[in-house]
């Protein structure tokens, strides 16, 4: 029996869109693109692992400046869904889709409702869900079509929006790497930046200014910006500027691979703990060197998992509570983590993915029989 095993991310990118290559280099199962003329429907659908269970990932609409850069990212956010399933002990696979467009002017009924009609064809093998740019109300559309989607609203017997519980797993994760760090899991009187106020950033803002946290904001949009500030008393900083503060912890809540050469480079903090997907621009350089220059790294897809958490009670029957005590569980998987690293000396990324792929294989294993 093959010993299951997911590769780096390193060169993912595809600039000739050689797709059988990346399918058999990544170990991605399948690659669905959908297209429909009439509603204007461009979405590509990737699946990345189904040996724990179906694949369950958002729906996202981005405005990509090309197809390869599409395939590149569905391709990413799919693979990391393997790890965030398997490492959270879910019975999901990983997977996850993109629909290409400016939000504002392709969304319509008919085009989610024609996207819900393409998920519905795959049969149970990809359950969809919300994502960057599409919401509860998109997902009902979907559901028009398919039953094989969650993240519906609450009075249709759903979750509802999940970033509540993503914020809190984020929550639970920085606490972890604080008690490991610090001495102690209390965020009162830490400096903590966060990047990006959107609906995670901004739930995580409000359990840290709770618990007494001195806080740092940035994010491109100037009224999230203003709230904050003027609500938690947040100091809000422009641009760049927030990757070298002078803080306790950084909190990376809006775009990925931002941790590359450059932005370590400037990073003062202690902690980097945040619920952006992808954060390392490339896990096997710049895990190594968060760990090298002292910074405790909190793997993205094992912290900003209550999302997939809350959604998948929502799967097997939605309980708010069970989500959010699953999501706690983040801060003792973390723990772990943190100990496995020092233990082994190897990066935090690297120990989490170990414990992922461990849990992959053994399944593996289990089902090799009748």
Not at 14 to 38: G, K, P, R, W
Not at 93 to 110: F, P, Q, R, W
Not at 343 to 368: C, F, G, H, P, W
Request: glycine share 10%.
């Amino acid at each position: 029996m093959r010993h299951f095993k997911i590769k780096s991310n390193k060169n993912l990118f595809m600039s000739n869109i050689e797709i059988f290559t990346q399918l058999a280099t990544y170990e991605h199962e399948q690659i669905v693109f959908c297209n429909d003329n009439a509603t204007g429907l461009r979405a590509i659908i990737a699946i990345h692992n189904t040996v724990l269970g179906p694949g369950l990932g958002g729906t996202r609409i981005w405005n990509y400046q090309n197809e390869a850069e599409a395939i590149n990212d569905v391709m990413r956010l799919s693979r990391g869904m393997t790890y965030k399933a398997a490492i959270s002990g879910l019975n999901l696979g990983g997977a996850k889709a993109v629909i290409i467009g400016d939000s504002s002017k392709i969304k319509t009924e008919a085009l989610m409702r024609k996207f819900g009609r393409f998920v519905k064809n795959l049969n149970g093998k990809y359950i969809t869900a919300e994502d960057v740019n599409t919401t509860t109300k998109d997902m009902e559309y979907v559901n028009m079509e398919t039953n094989h989607v969650v993240g519906l609203p609450e009075s249709m017997g759903g979750g509802g929006d999940p970033s509540p519980v993503t914020s809190y797993g984020v929550y639970m994760g920085m606490k972890a790497c604080a008690k490991s760090v610090f001495g102690s899991d209390s965020l009162s009187g830490k400096k903590i930046a966060v990047q990006g106020t959107g609906k995670v950033g901004g739930h995580l803002l409000d359990f840290l200014h709770k618990e007494g946290a001195t806080l740092f904001i940035s994010d491109i949009n100037e009224d999230a910006l203003k709230h904050y500030a003027g609500t938690l008393g947040a100091t809000v900083v422009t641009g760049d500027e927030i990757y070298g503060l002078d803080v306790d912890i950084f909190a990376p809540c809006a775009l990925g691979a931002i941790l590359n050469d450059t932005n370590i480079a400037k990073l003062k903090c202690s902690i980097v703990a945040g619920a952006a997907n992808n954060q390392l621009a490339d896990e096997t350089i710049h895990g190594p060197l968060l760990m090298n220059k002292g910074i405790t790294y909190a793997p993205d897809f094992l912290i900003n998992a209550g999302g997939l958490i809350n959604v998948y009670q929502e799967h097997i029957g939605y309980n708010r509570e069970t989500a959010y005590r699953k999501a706690e569980h983040i801060f003792d998987v973390t723990s772990e983590i943190i100990k496995v690293s020092a233990n082994e000396k190897i990066y935090t990324q690297k120990a989490a993915m170990n414990l992922a792929e461990k849990r992959i294989s053994d399944i593996l294993n289990v089902r090799a029989t009748y």
